[in-house]
């Protein structure tokens, strides 16, 4: 069964550094991955996904992410971050023929002022 | 277009009562998917209807049930609550896989609390 793996329950960041997020997915044959953020009280938010085109993601507010088969990574990144950046941050994954997404345990990101 | 609505956003319910849990999906999208999040056990999926039909359902037991109506529409239940159904029930809805804007869309989610 897939499974995804979130290094790092939370991190913590000044504002303006980089921003670097890990996820790890289990499966031999590439799933398609998202990347989610959640706000206090809110719904999952998408912020970028990889349905085996590109293998460099852009998203939305500056992020994005790059696939790599040969590490089964999907690791998000921001260059500068922004204190609206503070959030929980979840991976997922969903392979083929499965209408289920797999979610990693998410991180919850800070940003220091 | 509007996106992916639950309702209600906050219930309170007492132990051994029944809940309905509502979504409308996005319009157009036929999948619908319910996950139940706790601080203990994450994210965790319950079931995906499409076009009425249950694909696909995750080990919960058999007092979560759902359904799917002609218009997308769906609705989950839960029987005979136990404080450990407190949690956010979030919605997704899909279009089909291959489609350019293909992806899972969340609404802001129920959160139920069992006292």
């Known amino acids: 069964a897939q499974s995804v793996t979130q290094l790092g329950s939370h991190v913590s960041v000044s504002e303006g550094a980089l921003v670097l997020l890990r996820c790890n997915y289990s499966s031999s044959v590439p799933p398609y991955l998202f990347w989610y953020v959640q706000y206090p009280n809110q719904g999952l938010q998408l912020l970028l996904k990889?349905?085996?085109?590109?293998?460099l993601v852009k998203g939305i507010n500056g992020f994005e992410a790059e696939f790599k088969k040969s590490e089964t990574s999907f690791h998000l990144t921001k260059p500068s971050a922004h204190m609206s950046d503070a959030a929980e941050y979840f991976c997922?994954?969903?392979?083929?023929?499965?209408?289920?997404?797999?979610f990693g345990t998410g991180t919850r990101l800070t940003i220091i002022p | 277009k509007a996106g992916v609505t639950q309702t209600p956003r906050y219930l309170i319910k007492t132990r051994g009562q029944q809940v309905t849990l509502s979504c409308s999906p996005i319009s157009g999208h036929r999948s619908v998917s319910w996950y139940q999040q706790t601080p203990g056990q994450g994210l965790q999926f319950l079931f995906e209807?499409?076009?009425?039909?249950?694909?696909n359902k995750g080990n919960f037991p058999g007092r979560f049930s759902g359904r799917q109506f002609s218009n997308s529409r769906s609705e989950m239940n839960v029987s005979t609550l136990e404080l450990g159904d407190s949690a956010l029930y979030l919605c997704?809805?899909?279009?089909?896989?291959?489609?350019?804007?293909?992806?899972?869309?969340f609404g802001s989610g129920t959160r139920l609390t069992v006292v």
């Open positions: 209807y499409f076009s009425e039909t249950q694909r």
């Open positions: 997704a809805s899909s279009s089909i896989p291959g489609q350019g804007n293909y992806g899972y869309t």
């Open positions: 997922a994954a969903l392979n083929f023929g499965n209408e289920k997404l797999t």
């Open positions: 990889y349905t085996s085109a590109a293998t």
